[in-house]
Each structure stands twice: as C-alpha cells, then as structure tokens.
C-alpha cells in the first residue's frame, strides 16, 4: 500500500462543457430505453425453469447425473428429462427439486 501511495499519479478531474455534458446525457438515455426489456409471465417462468434446472444438476450431478459431462448446457427442452432423472435416481430432495420442476 505504501508503495502505491507513492508511485500513484493522482487523478486529476476535468469538467466538461455543458454540451458535451448533455450530448452524453443524451445518449446514456437513449441506451438506458433501448436496454430495457420486457418479459412475459411464461417467458420469465420458463426462465426460472431453466435456472433451476442447471442448478439441480449441478447440485445432484454425482448422484443422478453421473454418467454425463459435469458441464453439461441444460436447455428448455431438457426439463423433464433433468426431473424424471432427479426423481428416479436422487433422494428426497433430488425427488422434491424434481416434483418442483414439473410444475
């Protein structure tokens, strides 16, 4: 740390002038509206599915996933196989991440 505070250059604050201040305001604007985005309930479920999904077989991998690569890209698609896997192979809780799954 000393040796930071003695061969650190300080930094020196420039203002800028009002219009290059408002040029950048408006274009921090411009991307803050474009990046907003909205999802329907069943796009933000189906995304929540998918999470939790990758998240049950990371957790249960060595239990009931075993014979498949550990990083494995679990998709939409591969829900019902990652809960009839959890609930056929795993224990009480693989069995109850499973049930959750399929709702």
Known sequence: ?????????PLKLQF???AARKYLAGIGRKGGLKS????SPEAA?????VREARRAYARFHAQCFWSYKKDLV???ADIPWVADQLMKHGNRQAWLVGAA???
Do not use: E, G, P
């Not at 740390?1 to 250059?9: G, I």
């Not at 907003?36 to 999802?39: C, E, N, Y």
């Open 1 to 9: 740390m000393l040796l930071f505070d003695l061969y650190h250059k």
């Open 16 to 18: 800028m002038n009002n």
């Open 36 to 39: 907003r985005r909205t999802l």
């Open 45 to 49: 479920r189906a995304m929540v599915k």
């Open 74 to 76: 679990i998709s939409a």
């Open 101 to 103: 799954l399929c709702r």
